[in-house]
């Protein structure tokens, strides 16, 4: 399975970018996929994630700003970031999983390679 993410860039605060993922070669259905970030010397941390049936789930720093959302396919995901802010300057990885709880216990088994999103103030 590859996954490939895009959408990163560089943004003033209060502006929007969308994050896109796709996975190919899948041998499975992916139950469950989602974007972490990594800011520099910080630990890696959960942004949101969405499961084949819909269910999402948000960091508290993302909640009313950042939108997840898939395809019906399942090979897809999004990452809709609006109001964007110094503090969300980081590496954003997807990831995804064929187990439903993968990716919200601490990121699935296939990773992408990282696209950086960079907001000044």
């Known amino acids: 399975v590859q996954l490939q993410a895009s959408g990163g860039g560089f943004v003033q605060a209060g502006g929007s970018l969308r994050l896109s993922c796709s996975a190919s070669?899948?041998?499975?259905?992916?139950?469950?996929m989602g974007w972490y970030r990594r800011a520099p010397g910080k630990p890696r941390e959960l942004v949101a994630a969405?499961?084949?049936?819909?269910?999402?789930t948000y960091a508290d720093s993302a909640k009313g700003r950042f939108t997840i959302s898939s395809i019906s396919s399942g090979n897809s995901v999004y990452l809709q970031m609006n109001n964007l802010r110094p503090e969300d300057t980081a590496v954003y990885y997807c990831?995804?999983?064929?187990?439903?709880?993968?990716?919200?216990?601490?990121?699935?088994?296939?990773w992408g390679q990282g696209t950086q999103v960079t907001v000044s103030s």
């Open positions: 070669e899948i041998p499975f259905t992916m139950n469950s």
């Open positions: 990831t995804a999983d064929n187990l439903e709880k993968a990716v919200v216990a601490g990121g699935g088994l296939y």
């Open positions: 969405i499961t084949s049936g819909g269910a999402t």
